[in-house]
């Protein structure tokens, strides 16, 4: 076990009140974060989701036309159940995003709309994990977590996307302070999930379609059982807390 690995993560910060939440696909955020999201909403903090796809190509036995809307649905229900009521869709094709500053405009004004202090998305290292054993992230996942840290700083500079402002009247907003990445085999910082977990497993299982046919295990086991994991792991570097990981970007 290396140094790295036995360095305590750090307390996530609590200088916000508003949090934005930009990622790729529905159950990006259920895979973990969604537990630390139930515990900040708890605490009487603002919480928006922003998908850049309806996850229309993540399910092989079913047509695009019909898991899209079908995946849209348990994403509001998901959402729901850790008390997210704001939940938006970009209108990206599923396994092709690209980045580029089209994208980064996009996410700007979403910054400029909903004016977070706190701005999470998903991992957008080329890998899930380190060492060993790791596997490769996904396209859109690099292109949505990348394109984010960068937005978070777009979204301040009046100069950059200038239209956003003449066309559409999206004053900049430069009070990004922090963004936070989940899933990152890089993590720095952790929310104690206890009172989450409970709910980030009812978060997950709404997912129902999209987890039948990603396994033949019982839905409701295979979510407990993958979210009381990672919550272990990090437990380890967390004062034996139950937790949520990521990897924190200062602004």
């Avoid at 649905?73 to 850790?82: H, L, M």
């Amino acid at each position: 076990m290396t140094t790295h690995q036995l360095d305590q993560l750090a307390p996530m910060p609590t200088d916000w009140q508003r949090a934005l939440a930009i990622v790729a696909h529905p159950d990006d955020l259920e895979y973990g974060a969604s537990a630390a999201i139930a515990t900040w909403i708890d605490q009487g903090r603002e919480v928006v989701y922003l998908l850049a796809t309806r996850g229309e190509a993540g399910i092989d036995g079913m047509a695009p036309a019909v898991a899209g809307p079908l995946r849209e649905a348990e994403q509001r229900a998901s959402a729901a159940a850790v008390g997210v009521s704001v939940v938006e869709f970009l209108d990206h094709r599923d396994g092709v995003i690209e980045y580029g500053t089209a994208l980064r405009a996009e996410f700007a004004a979403a910054i400029r709309r909903h004016r977070p202090e706190l701005v999470i998305t998903l991992n957008h290292r080329d890998t899930w994990g380190s060492g060993p054993g790791q596997a490769w992230n996904t396209p859109d996942h690099r292109a949505v977590g990348r394109a984010v840290l960068d937005a978070a700083g777009d979204a301040g500079n009046r100069w950059i996307f200038p239209e956003l402002l003449t066309e559409r009247s999206l004053e900049p907003w430069n009070g990004v302070r922090h963004v936070a990445v989940a899933g990152s085999p890089h993590p720095t910082h952790a929310v104690d999930a206890t009172d989450g977990v409970e709910r980030a497993v009812d978060s997950l299982l709404a997912h129902r379609s999209y987890i039948q046919a990603l396994t033949d295990e019982d839905p409701e086991r295979y979510c407990r059982t993958f979210l009381e994991g990672a919550m272990s792991a990090a437990a380890a570097r967390f004062g034996g807390r139950p937790a949520v990981a990521f990897e924190l970007f200062n602004r």
